[in-house]
């Protein structure tokens, strides 16, 4: 890439794991209540406090874990990890070092690119600083809630694959509830290390550690930026210094943040207070059921038993909630196309525009889609009908029976009949016309019907065709 140079990236990706409690207590995960709510004498570190690990945790790592095929330690364990920060009031944080959860696993691109993941360990977040005009503050509410650290090895090669990789595994961890998955609420953050070199040489070139960027997008802008200056010093014959920079989306530039000439010593020790953590095969197959099919394997089932398009199967997918309402639907129906194309352009749409949310609202939404299909494959609703009646129940302004009913278009021929009859009584000039073959007469004339009697287009111009010629 880039004429004589190539980039190595690795990734070290936090994920904040999806559990009702934190990792050493009884407070609630939750960070969106007023500061230093959620917070006990353990998580702010008080003497004399035992910490009691959050079983759900290690649940949730080890089916990280088995998702990223990496090899589970049958026994692990807790250290103190020390260092000092405003917002690590104990001036340790309770990590693992020496033996993680789990090392050697992989994920795979859709190139079929492996990119190795070196090791998944459990750890607890640390508080939050807030800064201001008026000074700095500390809110501990986030302090010891559960995080699974997944390091990549430096496999990746370049900004789109960082990008497809965190995409990737973003989609699978959320699918199977692992994390929440919102960057801007912090359940995911990723610091990205990269460096480059001549292209074939075997040395890797000096490290440069890009942080707090809080999206894959901005992750990828950042890294094209930053290999782009790398590959500009070196051929002016500077050289690149170890150091930590932050990313301006604004400016899309990397910035210095600080110098980095020397490796932290954390005087990593055993944690005294906890247990060495033992899984044991019962507990990995129980975790393994726990797993459902997973995005890859149903987007390939949807297009093979459903016969979608590659782009239908796709989006339906991207999230679980999206698959199991294509298939909740799906089954009552045997036009599995109507089914996808519904959801894709009236249901997704009204997500997008903040009509509705899957999650909250799934039964309502579900229900309403359930109806007005039912309709439109009777007869009883074109398809900009049902739009319209959908889009009337999600807004709050009807029900969902007089939605349709309201909307409801003829079905008996009879009254249909009577209506082009009349239309074309009143209409002999644009009659003659027709039969001299101005065909696009037809138009018109299913325009004058509907204005008479709301009723199936198609039935409409059948009807008008056999009495015309």
Known sequence: MNGSFEATIGLEIHVQLNTKTKLFCSCLRETNNLPNINICPICVGLPGVLP??????????????????????????????NYFYPDLPKNYQISQYRIPLAENGHLELRNGKKIGIQRLHLEEDAGKMIHSEGGSYVDFSRSGIPLCEIVTKPDISSPDEAYEFLARLHRVLTWCDITEGNMEEGHIRCDVNVSVRPKGS?????????????SFRFIKEALEYEIARQIEKIRNGESIRQETRGYDPTTKKTFIMREKEFAHDYRYFPEPDLLPIIIDDYLIEEVRREIPELP?????????????????SEILTSQRILSELFEDLGNKFDDKKLVANFILEEILRSVNEGLC?????????????????????????????AKEAFREVIEGKADIHSAINKRKI??????????????????????????????????????????????????IREIIQRKLG
């Open 410 to 459: 003829k079905t008996e021929s009879s009254e249909i009949e009577q209506a082009v009859e009349k239309v074309l009584q009143n209409n002999p000039k644009e009659v003659q016309r027709y039969k001299g073959g101005e065909k696009k007469l037809l138009g018109f004339f299913i325009g004058e019907v509907v204005k008479i009697i709301k009723a199936d287009p198609k039935l």
């Open 202 to 214: 075997e040395k890797l070139g000096t490290k440069v550690e890009i942080k707090n960027v809080n």
């Open 296 to 312: 890859d394997s149903k987007k390939k089932r949807f297009e093979e038993e459903y016969k979608l398009s590659e782009y239908s």
């Open 52 to 81: 009691k690990p959050n079983k759900r945790a290690i649940i949730l790592a080890v089916k990280s874990s088995l998702l990223l095929n990496m090899k589970i330690s049958r026994e692990s364990f807790f250290e103190r990890k």
């Open 357 to 385: 949310d899957l999650k909250r609202d799934y039964i309502k939404i579900r229900e309403s889609a359930e109806e007005i299909l039912l309709s439109q494959t009777k007869g009883e609703l074109t398809r900009n009908l």
